[in-house]
């Protein structure tokens, strides 16, 4: 099946700076999508993007869908910023949502 | 807030009992998925059910049940439960089946420890 890969593991900022988060997958998507997920286990919808770049205020993301990655950048990184960033992916003919490892960030005020 | 919504938030059960966790759609949602995610690890699918119907299913034991129901609520049940089961149990709701590439959006899942 679908292998999804996130990177870094764990990643600690001061606050205000900048990051950038990376998910490879190992096969062609439908759907791809980033969340964040705060220390109660709420997981919340950051970006749906199967292909192209969006921005959200401080963060914004870009898939490359024809090279299996897609980027999450987080810019002016804040404390409420902490927590699990997963990458989910749905492969193509697949009915599933495979998720990625998480990176784990910890932004000190 | 996603307009998902999930019962109870936190259970404790002993090994061999048995389970039902309980999830309301957002609105208008007709497809809902169910994950298991343990301590440190990312979510893992369980099984999705589209229209009442079972369509998808994960590398879960058949003890792992569910429904679905007229008004897409949802349940979840799980028999003989084992110490690994323990995890956080996330229900999520889209519109349509997740092959039609609609955000999918999670409750705040329900906290399962098996002693």
């Known amino acids: 099946g679908i292998q999804v890969e996130q990177s870094p593991p764990d990643l600690i900022l001061q606050e205000g700076a900048n990051s950038t988060l990376r998910c490879n997958f190992s096969d062609s998507v439908n759907n791809l999508q980033w969340f964040h997920q705060n220390p109660w286990g709420q997981l919340i919808n950051l970006f749906y993007?199967?292909?192209g770049t969006k921005q959200n205020g401080r963060l914004s993301a870009t898939t490359v869908a024809t090279e299996r990655y897609s980027l999450l950048y987080i810019s002016s990184s804040q404390t409420t910023d902490s927590g699990v960033y997963f990458c989910a992916v749905e492969p193509t003919g697949g009915f599933k949502t495979i998720f990625g490892a998480g990176t784990r960030l910890f932004v000190k005020a | 807030e996603t307009g998902v919504t999930q019962s109870p938030t936190h259970l404790i059960k002993t090994r061999g009992q048995q389970v039902t966790l309980r999830c309301s759609s957002q609105?208008?949602?007709?497809?809902v998925s169910w994950y298991q995610q343990a301590l440190g690890q990312g979510p893992q699918f369980i099984f999705q059910y589209y229209r009442e119907e079972e369509n998808g299913r994960g590398n879960f034991p058949p003890r792992f049940s569910g429904l679905q129901f007229p008004n897409y609520s949802s349940e979840l049940n799980v028999n003989a439960l084992e110490l690994d089961d323990s995890a956080l149990y996330l229900c999520?709701?889209?519109?349509?089946?997740?092959?039609?590439?609609?955000?999918?959006?999670f409750g705040e899942g329900s906290w399962l420890t098996v002693v």
């Open positions: 609105s208008g949602h007709n497809t």
């Open positions: 993007i199967p292909s």
């Open positions: 999520a709701s889209s519109l349509e089946q997740a092959t039609s590439g609609n955000t999918i959006y």
